[in-house]
């Protein structure tokens, strides 16, 4: 059991904040993950149990055992990397979707990663945590598909994660959304927040008590079915989920996804589809004074859906 006692400049604090940004802030072990061993009674102040949002006083101790998990790469020859482009400092890939990225404690071996290492081994030294997530820049949520930028070397990886901070890379992505939205195209600026469980993201509101974040989506209509639409979506920031929660907000989610769904939103087509159809369909960015622009093709469940929304409207 460990033990910490808390000096006057760090009381204050939230308790699962100051143990994740102190003890944790690179590691595998998540801000929910510490609000759970608290919440059970494995985190304690002063030898009594307390709550996540506890605010820390000046001597008072913390006892923890929270264990940072050890995850080895482990070299995976079926998973299979489609090379959109490859140079001695990038590549850009194209994701699958229902693929993790990087591995975690539930998925140590079927990951982008795992194929990655293989087909990158100068990967393995790149990056903010290497020993996890070699060579990745940006992720992509499991289920969606699309372009990815793997750095080869340190010195691109560093490059290019500015650039994101800096917010001067541009992504596209394509998503077939619930119904017709009322503009052909539009900007939805909503702050972001996590859930208080942490399993989600939601607009933050007035009595919101996670961390707020500024989020800008814009869209544009490209094609529109009956019941549906076709949209390209250029998010302006990079906040988890924020295509997914914010087209859900304006009550136009996409089609498949589960965690940003409207209760009313049931089809025989899309009951057919076993993800979220969002897919990451361009990018842009420039590297020691070059600029690239690269596309990846739709998916064929995606194309499979449109098509299958074609023959309805046909029909129709």
């Excluded at 460990?2 to 801000?31: A, H, Y």
């Excluded at 503009?183 to 600026?189: E, W």
């Amino acid at each position: 059991m460990e033990e910490v006692v808390i000096s006057e400049p760090k009381s204050g604090q939230r308790i699962d904040k100051f143990l994740k940004k102190e003890f944790f802030l690179n590691t595998e072990v998540t801000r929910g993950e510490i609000i759970r061993q608290i919440k059970e009674g494995s985190i304690l102040v002063n030898n009594s149990k307390t709550k996540p949002s506890y605010s820390l006083k000046t001597g008072e101790t913390i006892s923890f055992n929270i264990q940072t998990p050890i995850i080895q790469l482990f070299p995976n020859f079926k998973i299979k990397i489609e090379v959109i482009f490859e140079n001695e400092d990038f590549a850009i890939i194209n994701k699958t979707a229902g693929l993790q990225v990087h591995p975690s404690n539930r998925n140590e071996k079927d990951t982008l990663v795992n194929g990655l290492i293989i087909k990158f081994p100068e990967i393995k030294l790149v990056g903010d945590n290497p020993q996890n997530r070699p060579g990745i820049v940006h992720r992509l949520d499991k289920d969606t598909s699309g372009l990815m930028i793997i750095a080869k070397k340190q010195k691109t990886f560093l490059n290019l994660k500015e650039q994101f901070k800096k917010r001067t890379i541009e992504k596209k992505y394509w998503a077939v959304v619930f119904g017709i939205p009322e503009k052909k195209q539009g900007s939805i600026d909503k702050e972001i927040a996590r859930s208080t469980n942490y399993k989600k993201q939601v607009i933050a509101g007035k009595k919101t008590k996670t961390k707020i974040r500024k989020a800008l989506t814009q869209y544009q209509i490209l094609q529109n079915f009956s019941n549906y639409s076709l949209l390209e979506v250029t998010p302006k920031t990079g906040r988890m989920h924020q295509i997914r929660v914010h087209l859900f907000s304006i009550k136009h989610p996409i089609v498949g996804d589960k965690l940003y769904q409207l209760k009313r939103n049931s089809s025989n087509l899309f009951d057919k589809v076993s993800r979220q159809l969002l897919h990451a369909q361009e990018i842009k960015f420039e590297l020691q004074g070059k600029k690239y622009q690269f596309n990846a093709p739709l998916p064929k469940d995606f194309k499979d859906f449109l098509n299958r929304l074609d023959e309805k409207e046909i029909k129709g």
